[in-house]
C-alpha cells in the first residue's frame, strides 16, 4: 500500500524554465509533508516543507502547493537550473505518531542547458 | 538542522557475517533516529524508529532478529545487519529528527553483500 505516491519517475525541463514534480498521498491524517533532492549514493538534502494548516509555502526559487482536499502537492521550481538535476523525494508524516516519514518513490528531474 | 554522521560510507562484507553502521548526532541529542533502506531506483523505505534507551520499533516485514538496532546514547544509533545475505544489499540511511520538526540525514552507506 504506496500512501505517498509520484507518478512520474522522470521529468525534463529546459534551463531557465519552471519545473513542477507533483506527489499524491492517500492517508488524511498526514499533517507535514517534506521536500528531498537526493543524489545517488548520497543521503537525501531537505528543501522545502509545509504544514498541513497551509497551502503554500515560498523559498527562494522553490515552492510547495498543498491541494489537502485532493491529497496533492506539488513543487516548483523556477527558473530551473542545471544542478537542479537529481531525484526528488516527496515525503509526508503524522506528526504525533512519532514523526516517521513516509516518502513517495521519486522523480528523477533532468534541467537541460 | 542536526548534523549528522554516517559510517562507514560503503562496505563489502561476506555472506553469513555481520555488519554494523554508524549514526551519530553530532550537534544536537537525539531520542529518536530513524533507519531507512533503498533499493536501485526505488523509494526510501522506513526500517525502524530508534529509541534511545529503549526497544526499536520496527516496520511491518522488517526482521528485528536480522537487523539489530542500539541507540545507547542521545548521540549514537546503530543498525547491525547480521548473517547478511546477498538480498541484504542496499543502500541503508539515517535519520535524526531535530529540533523545529527537521529531519536531517545521514550520507548513507552502500552495503554489498557477496
Known amino acids: 500500500d504506496q500512501q505517498v505516491k509520484q507518478n512520474s519517475p522522470s521529468l525534463s525541463v529546459q534551463e531557465g524554465r519552471i519545473s513542477i514534480l507533483n506527489c499524491d498521498y492517500t492517508n488524511s491524517m498526514f499533517d507535514y509533508f517534506l521536500w528531498y533532492k537526493k543524489y545517488p549514493a548520497e543521503g537525501p538534502t531537505f528543501l522545502i516543507s509545509i504544514s498541513s494548516i497551509k497551502d503554500k509555502n515560498e523559498d527562494g526559487r522553490f515552492t510547495v502547493f498543498l491541494n489537502k482536499s485532493a491529497k496533492h502537492l506539488s513543487l516548483h521550481i523556477v527558473p530551473s537550473q542545471p544542478g537542479d538535476s537529481a531525484v526528488y523525494f516527496c515525503?509526508?508524516?503524522?506528526?504525533?505518531?512519532?514523526?516517521?516519514?513516509?516518502f513517495g518513490q521519486g522523480t528523477e528531474l533532468s534541467v537541460k542547458p | 538542522g542536526a548534523v549528522v554522521s554516517q559510517h562507514p560510507s560503503r562496505v563489502i562484507c561476506k555472506s553469513g557475517t555481520s555488519v554494523k553502521i554508524e549514526c551519530r548526532s553530532l550537534?544536537?541529542?537525539?531520542?529518536?533516529m530513524f533507519w531507512y533502506r533503498q533499493f536501485p531506483k526505488q523509494s526510501l523505505m522506513l526500517m525502524a524508529t530508534s529509541n534511545e534507551g529503549s526497544k526499536a520499533t520496527y516496520e511491518q516485514g522488517v526482521e528485528k532478529d536480522k537487523f539489530l538496532i542500539n541507540h545507547a546514547s542521545l548521540t549514537l544509533s546503530t543498525l547491525t545487519v547480521t548473517s547478511a545475505h546477498p538480498e541484504d544489499s542496499s543502500f541503508y540511511i539515517c535519520?535524526?529528527?531535530?529540533?523545529?520538526?527537521?529531519?536531517?540525514f545521514g550520507s548513507g552507506t552502500r552495503l554489498t553483500v557477496v
Open positions: 515525503a509526508a508524516s503524522e506528526r504525533d505518531q512519532g514523526g516517521k516519514l513516509i
Open positions: 535519520s535524526v529528527q531535530g529540533s523545529n520538526y527537521g529531519y536531517t
Open positions: 550537534d544536537f541529542q537525539a531520542t529518536t
